[in-house]
């Protein structure tokens, strides 16, 4: 008997694995719980539901979410090939009719002959493989319960927390400085002063803007260690200067004075392209925190990798337990794909459905699986979640931020990510074409 591939979840993830691996030549049993089992967010049995927002994000050319689109094209992607179909207006971004884009989606895996599609719940991780989990940000309680033994108790996670973070480039350095409070260690943060008024008007800013509400299935659980930055600020008008935000051991270089206040940022990356907002994490909607946000000194002009959040979510620690094969170091042959495994965004769950599929083919037919160039968006995205240091792992959708340096030293955006994008599809190729070759030999 020929070996098969199990796949847990028919999201977006678990879709686009079962069809990369379908097509080729390897059989496939998807495993999706609904309609046997319902979840909190769902409304549909189909395969690959929009459970949020209808658009797949940035679509303008050169951008880095672009970018990731057309190298999921150059493998004949399932989910951007029906996206492409079914697309409505929606500006710079690749909107879908969601229910057309599911639909396609359901009808071509239930009709590929390599597919069985299983309506089931999987509470159990199967004891032989491969095995990919792609159960998303719902996972069921039974099988997140399974997964939390078999990958630890402290790398799976229910709730993020995210900050803010800014593309260097568009930091005003003459406004910023490095420092670290108290002398502590060398001047690893960039501290953003704010003066009596500006901190002011800032909080009054917070205090009034507009929240994402909570979804039906989410409580507002916070920490006291990790409240959002706008739920301090509602606390009164000293509470930030005096948490996140307090100057204490920080003296501004021109004058030796202390400011009022102090927005932190933190390297999110060694080569120091991008900066995250420490302390930032919030529920402010995206429009409100590009507006608040830019209220900063130093930011003014601030271009935004990735905006904040709080939600509900569960995630693994992918670089503390997954080899580059995304699969576990404990468990070779059990893969994770999708927001399971710490990445934000439709378009990011998809591809990491496509590369774990990869890589379990590869297992199958009895090769080694090399990982995208790390100058493709493919590569960049796969690098992040098995190599960023696990103690400050957080979900991350694309952006430049996760590229290698190389190009970040031009200065000129529009000519930086044109050189970005050429370098990257110039790498997909020639990576494509190699493991093409060597797929089509051995299926």
């Given at each position: ?25 390897i ?88 597919i069985?599609?299983?309506r ?55 406004k ?15 501290n ?11 909080v ?22 990790c ?10 008008p ?40 420490v ?8 429009p ?24 509900r ?42 590369l ?60 930086r ?27």
């Amino acid at each position: 008997m020929k070996p098969y591939l199990t796949i847990i979840g028919g999201g977006l993830a678990g879709s686009e694995a079962a069809w990369q691996a379908a097509e080729r030549g390897i059989p496939v049993i998807l495993h999706e719980m609904r309609s046997v089992t319902p979840t909190p967010a769902h409304k549909t049995d189909q395969c690959a539901e929009l459970v949020c927002s209808n658009s797949l994000g940035n679509n303008l050319p050169h951008s880095a979410p672009f970018l990731l689109k057309e190298e999921l094209r150059k493998f004949n992607s399932l989910v951007i090939g029906s996206a492409d179909r079914h697309s409505v207006p929606a500006g710079g971004a690749l909107a879908v009719d969601r229910d057309l884009f599911s639909q396609e989606i359901t009808e071509r895996i239930m009709q590929h002959p390599n597919i069985t599609l299983k309506r089931d719940e999987v509470v159990e991780i199967p004891e032989e493989g491969p095995v990919i989990i792609a159960t998303g940000p719902l996972t069921s309680p039974k099988l997140s319960e399974d997964i939390q033994r078999i990958v630890g108790q402290k790398y799976l996670y229910f709730y993020d927390a995210l900050s803010p973070i800014v593309d260097a480039n568009t930091i005003d350095f003459d406004k910023a400085f490095f420092a670290s409070r108290y002398d502590k260690g060398g001047d690893d943060y960039l501290n953003c002063p704010m003066d009596r008024e500006q901190y002011g008007q800032f909080v009054q800013e917070l205090n009034n803007a507009q929240k994402v509400p909570f979804a039906s299935f989410e409580k507002p659980i916070y920490f006291e260690g990790c409240l959002p930055i706008e739920e301090l600020a509602s606390r009164g008008p000293k509470t930030l200067a005096f948490g996140p935000l307090k100057p204490v051991g920080l003296t501004l270089p021109e004058t030796g004075r202390i400011a009022h206040a102090v927005v932190q940022l933190r390297r999110e990356n060694k080569e120091g392209t991008a900066f995250n907002l420490v302390g930032f994490q919030t529920k402010l909607t995206y429009p409100e925190q590009k507006r608040i946000f830019t209220m900063i000194p130093g930011l003014e002009k601030a271009e935004f990798f990735r905006f904040g959040a709080i939600h509900r979510n569960t995630y693994i620690n992918a670089p503390g337990i997954l080899t580059k094969n995304l699969d576990l170091k404990t468990r070779p042959g059990i893969y994770f794909a999708g927001q399971i495994i710490g990445v934000e965004g439709y378009v990011e769950s998809a591809t990491m459905g496509l590369l774990a599929s990869l890589s379990a083919v590869r297992k199958i037919s009895g090769e080694d699986f090399t990982p995208p160039p790390i100058e493709t968006a493919m590569g960049a995205l796969h690098n992040y979640v098995t190599t960023k240091p696990p103690k400050n792992f957080q979900p991350m959708n694309i952006n430049f931020g996760l590229f290698p340096a190389t190009e970040m030293g031009i200065r000129n955006k529009k000519e930086r990510n044109q050189k970005i994008f050429d370098n990257a599809l110039a790498g997909l190729t020639r990576w494509r074409n190699s493991f093409q070759q060597e797929v089509d030999s051995t299926v």
